[in-house]
């Protein structure tokens, strides 16, 4: 009876914890959410909001403390404040606790995507061993996701430039390629050894339960076992959507060190992911990389296609003549006015150009009288983005038109500010939409959208947005053609001239600074378009100033060897030639 009683008790407390769990999870779910974990570097005292500058790789020379900012979006916006206790763990690239700490977090009322940040290192830079951090993150203590950030070896840069030449070169000659294998639930790699040099081949695939990213750090750690040192990262990167990543390494096997490749490919239709390490000695790993290329192709797989190149295009003018753009097959303008707005779609998704509302602010005299007028506060583009944004959709596009608005929710993957002259504001904005259309359809879209806000007066401003969208299931993959688009698209100088006139009226000062600044928007949006361009690409230029050289390298290692080759010579001989301003000299 006794041993009965005390099981039972056990039970019970087991089914108590377990109830416990759940009811805290389902009052976390229904008072926030996490919305991105992201890093940047400081001194023993945080940088103020304003100067965080986030990445995912950090050079070992001049990183000080790695700071890990928590991002929610606040459940309970415009209801109640709610506290919560918020705990990070550091860990080392062996896996080790490196630090912990706690704070409290105050959702105040007012916060609708309040953040949180906390960071661990040395006053001193270059203390950090190379290679991947992992960072977990609790909330009243209970984990609700992690993230990693990897630490850049102090390598020479030169042999690094070399290494990346040598790799995109082959990458261009032969292609990336990709082969079937037998799926596997854990990660067990099969060793083929290179037809010459110490080196090979370690290639696993497995089901995708993380990220690209995640899942080539969980490589690296069971990689170590055919290794004598290594693999240790020493640059790399990872698309947005998570799918690709590619790293690469150094490492010691069997007595000779030697240099490699480490790629993560998720298929996002099967969820399967192939890892591959390929890695050889300094002067063989070229061949050993031309090598796989070919045996992929050999058992079935294929080159990626540049998706752009394999469709016909031709140009398309909108019916008033306002503007033009350059369209593949299948694809079709629907809607367009002689303001420059586009509307065009096709198999690949959507684009929207030149759309733009008047925005008017509380203290306006018919703020509260007009209800087909949005009424919002001036404010910055992201913020525009998320909440005026939906509004001015609903008044001015559905209810206008006798239509139901569909319920849209917003989620800001990540944003970049464009250069764009005060006291206008412009942001690059990957996003995902879910939309809920009045006969209960559901859509789920990801995009990329350029939203500039602008005072036009002291009681408007404007909203101006552009994007390009498709179905999220396949953003990434249908991104190259929707970018084509977006580039292509041209409007005539009357359109600008007639929007600055509509927009600013009789507005002296205002009037004359925004001449100026629309003067300026084709400008601005041809800098972003290259911006992302050498994103894209990862490549920059670095130029010889003696004799106006120019070399071709790995845009993450551009800027510490060119610090590098000055600093070895003494002065200011190399320089960074961005692609807006190489597009300007050639």
């Not at 097959?329 to 303001?339: C, M, R, T, V």
């Not at 913020?383 to 005026?388: E, K």
């Not at 917003?410 to 500010?417: C, F, L």
């Given at each position: 009876?006794?041993k009965?009683?005390?099981?039972?008790?056990?039970?019970?407390?087991?089914?108590?914890?377990?109830?416990l769990?759940?009811?805290?999870?389902?009052?976390?779910?229904?008072?926030?959410?996490?919305?991105?974990?992201?890093?940047f570097?400081?001194g023993?005292?945080?940088?103020?909001?304003?100067?965080?500058?986030?990445?995912?790789?950090?050079?070992?020379r001049?990183?000080?403390?790695?700071?890990?900012?928590?991002?929610?979006?606040?459940?309970?916006?415009?209801?109640r404040?709610?506290?919560?206790?918020?705990?990070?763990?550091?860990?080392?690239?062996?896996?080790?606790?490196?630090?912990e700490?706690?704070?409290?977090?105050?959702?105040?009322?007012?916060?609708?995507?309040?953040?949180?940040?906390?960071?661990?290192?040395?006053?001193?830079?270059?203390?950090?061993?190379p290679g991947t951090?992992?960072?977990?993150i609790?909330?009243?203590?209970?984990?609700?996701?992690?993230?990693?950030?990897?630490?850049?070896?102090?390598?020479?840069?030169?042999?690094?430039?070399?290494?990346?030449?040598?790799?995109?070169?082959?990458?261009?000659?032969?292609?990336?390629?990709?082969?079937?294998?037998?799926s596997s639930?854990?990660?067990?790699?099969?060793?083929?050894?290179?037809?010459?040099?110490?080196?090979?081949?370690?290639?696993t695939?497995?089901?995708?339960n993380e990220?690209?990213?995640s899942?080539?750090?969980?490589?690296?750690?069971?990689?170590?076992?055919?290794?004598?040192?290594?693999?240790?990262?020493?640059?790399?990167?990872?698309?947005?959507?998570?799918?690709?990543?590619?790293?690469?390494?150094?490492?010691?096997?069997?007595?000779?060190?030697v240099?490699?490749?480490?790629?993560?490919v998720?298929?996002?239709q099967t969820?399967q992911?192939q890892?591959k390490?390929?890695?050889?000695?300094?002067?063989?790993?070229s061949s050993?990389l031309?090598?796989?290329?070919r045996?992929?192709?050999?058992?079935?797989?294929?080159?990626?296609?540049?998706?752009?190149e394999?469709?016909?295009?031709?140009?398309?003018?909108?019916?008033?003549?306002a503007?033009?753009?350059?369209?593949?097959?299948?694809?079709?303008i629907?809607?367009?006015?002689?303001?420059?707005?586009?509307?065009?779609?096709?198999?690949?998704?959507?684009?929207?150009?030149?759309l733009?509302?008047n925005?008017?602010?509380?203290?306006?005299?018919?703020?509260?009288?007009d209800?087909?007028?949005?009424?919002?506060a001036?404010?910055?583009?992201?913020?525009?983005?998320?909440?005026?944004?939906?509004?001015?959709i609903?008044?001015?596009?559905?209810?206008?038109a006798?239509?139901?608005?569909?319920?849209?929710?917003?989620?800001?993957?990540?944003?970049?500010?464009?250069?764009?002259?005060?006291?206008?504001?412009?942001?690059?904005?990957?996003?995902?939409?879910?939309s809920?259309?009045?006969?209960?359809?559901?859509k789920?879209?990801?995009?990329?959208?350029?939203?500039?806000?602008?005072?036009?007066?002291?009681?408007?401003?404007l909203?101006?947005?552009?994007?390009?969208?498709?179905?999220?299931?396949?953003?990434?993959?249908?991104?190259?053609?929707?970018?084509?688009?977006?580039?292509?698209?041209?409007?005539?100088?009357?359109?600008?001239?007639?929007?600055?006139?509509?927009?600013?009226?009789s507005?002296?000062?205002?009037?004359?600074n925004?001449?100026?600044?629309?003067?300026?928007?084709?400008?601005?949006?041809?800098?972003?378009f290259s911006?992302?361009?050498?994103?894209?690409?990862?490549?920059?230029?670095?130029?010889?100033?003696?004799?106006?050289?120019?070399?071709?390298?790995?845009?993450?290692?551009?800027?510490?060897?060119?610090?590098k080759?000055?600093?070895?010579?003494?002065?200011?001989?190399?320089?960074?030639?961005?692609?807006r301003?190489?597009?300007?000299?050639y």
């Amino acid at each position: 009876m006794g041993k009965f009683q005390r099981k039972s008790g056990l039970i019970l407390l087991l089914i108590y914890t377990m109830l416990l769990n759940a009811n805290w999870a389902q009052s976390q779910s229904r008072e926030f959410e996490l919305d991105a974990i992201r890093f940047f570097e400081g001194g023993s005292e945080s940088p103020p909001s304003a100067e965080h500058k986030t990445a995912k790789h950090f050079d070992k020379r001049t990183t000080r403390y790695v700071y890990c900012k928590v991002h929610f979006k606040n459940l309970l916006y415009k209801i109640r404040e709610q506290c919560h206790d918020v705990t990070w763990r550091y860990y080392d690239p062996q896996d080790k606790l490196f630090g912990e700490a706690t704070r409290p977090l105050t959702m105040k009322y007012e916060w609708d995507h309040p953040a949180i940040w906390r960071g661990f290192g040395w006053k001193e830079p270059g203390k950090f061993e190379p290679g991947t951090y992992k960072v977990h993150i609790y909330v009243d203590g209970q984990k609700i996701g992690q993230d990693q950030f990897i630490i850049l070896d102090d390598a020479g840069a030169s042999e690094k430039d070399r290494l990346f030449k040598e790799w995109d070169k082959t990458i261009r000659d032969s292609g990336e390629t990709s082969s079937p294998a037998q799926s596997s639930e854990q990660m067990q790699f099969q060793l083929e050894r290179a037809q010459t040099g110490g080196g090979g081949t370690l290639q696993t695939q497995i089901i995708a339960n993380e990220s690209s990213e995640s899942l080539l750090a969980t490589a690296f750690k069971d990689a170590r076992r055919y290794f004598k040192n290594g693999p240790i990262a020493v640059s790399g990167f990872s698309d947005v959507s998570g799918q690709e990543t590619q790293i690469l390494f150094q490492a010691n096997y069997q007595g000779n060190p030697v240099v490699g490749l480490a790629t993560a490919v998720i298929n996002p239709q099967t969820k399967q992911a192939q890892i591959k390490f390929i890695f050889n000695q300094q002067g063989q790993i070229s061949s050993t990389l031309k090598n796989v290329a070919r045996q992929a192709g050999a058992t079935g797989g294929s080159a990626r296609k540049n998706p752009v190149e394999a469709l016909q295009w031709s140009w398309q003018e909108s019916r008033e003549g306002a503007s033009r753009l350059k369209l593949p097959e299948g694809w079709q303008i629907l809607d367009s006015n002689a303001q420059g707005m586009l509307y065009a779609k096709g198999p690949q998704g959507s684009v929207t150009f030149g759309l733009y509302f008047n925005i008017y602010t509380p203290t306006h005299l018919f703020a509260t009288i007009d209800q087909r007028m949005v009424v919002a506060a001036y404010c910055d583009p992201v913020s525009a983005f998320r909440n005026v944004f939906p509004q001015a959709i609903s008044k001015y596009l559905y209810q206008a038109a006798g239509l139901t608005a569909p319920q849209m929710e917003i989620k800001v993957i990540e944003s970049a500010p464009m250069n764009y002259p005060p006291p206008g504001q412009a942001a690059l904005i990957n996003c995902e939409v879910k939309s809920t259309q009045s006969d209960g359809t559901r859509k789920h879209t990801r995009g990329l959208a350029a939203v500039i806000t602008a005072p036009t007066g002291m009681t408007q401003w404007l909203l101006y947005y552009s994007e390009i969208a498709s179905p999220a299931s396949s953003f990434d993959e249908n991104f190259p053609i929707l970018w084509e688009i977006w580039k292509s698209w041209k409007t005539s100088s009357k359109v600008f001239q007639q929007r600055i006139d509509d927009a600013l009226k009789s507005m002296s000062e205002t009037n004359r600074n925004y001449q100026q600044a629309m003067q300026e928007r084709d400008r601005v949006m041809e800098d972003t378009f290259s911006d992302w361009d050498e994103y894209i690409r990862g490549y920059r230029y670095i130029e010889d100033t003696n004799d106006d050289g120019l070399y071709q390298v790995n845009l993450h290692l551009a800027q510490p060897l060119v610090q590098k080759l000055n600093d070895d010579l003494g002065y200011q001989r190399y320089r960074e030639v961005p692609m807006r301003e190489f597009n300007r000299m050639y």
